[in-house]
């Protein structure tokens, strides 16, 4: 929202509004985490957000592209719902952090067995932080339980890169 405000107060209240439905959105995951982990079950009735869903990250900055290629129809839940996070954890990492970024492009491919991710900025590259963020943790630790990979680094040509593949099935 402030990086939109003084040229475009209109969408700086989109991008509150999208933040607004992820923060309750997050909650209701929160509060059902910790059902699951009282009770030993829940149901969950909330919609979902999935790869359907990643041109919603583009109301978050004008900055922000996302290009789908491959099959990515009939994805399982959980991988569908893990595209999406980590691909919101990147933008908004990109949007927060990144140097003079004029686009931060969102790619996702659908191949034999796998969804691959990448989320690029093209800012000023910087050195790594010294201890690794909640964020990039929990894109990895998403990405594992499914049987995946997340990995993200400063680019050498620029900016920060998140790459992500996930398997098409999910383990049981």
């Not at 209240?13 to 997050?26: D, K, M, Q």
């Not at 952090?97 to 969804?115: C, F, K, P, R």
Request: proline share 6%.
């Amino acid at each position: 929202g402030r990086a939109v405000a003084a040229n475009d107060p209109a969408l700086a209240v989109e991008a509150l509004a999208v933040i607004e439905a992820e923060a309750s959105r997050t909650l209701y995951e929160m509060r059902t985490m910790v059902r699951v982990l009282r009770d030993g079950d829940a149901v969950d009735y909330a919609p979902q957000r999935g790869v359907g869903d990643l041109d919603e990250l583009t109301r978050m900055s004008p900055l922000v592209r996302v290009h789908r290629t491959g099959d990515l129809d009939d994805l399982p839940q959980p991988v569908e719902r893990a595209v999406y996070r980590i691909c919101q954890e990147s933008v908004t990492n990109a949007i927060r952090h990144s140097l003079n970024a004029t686009v931060v492009t969102v790619g996702i491919t659908g191949d034999v067995g796998v969804v691959r991710l990448r989320v690029h900025d093209d800012g000023e590259a910087t050195r790594p932080a010294t201890t690794v963020g909640y964020g990039l943790l929990g894109m990895a630790e998403r990405a594992k339980l499914l049987g995946g990979t997340c990995q993200a680094w400063p680019d050498p040509a620029g900016g920060w890169t998140v790459e992500a593949t996930l398997p098409r099935e999910v383990p049981r």
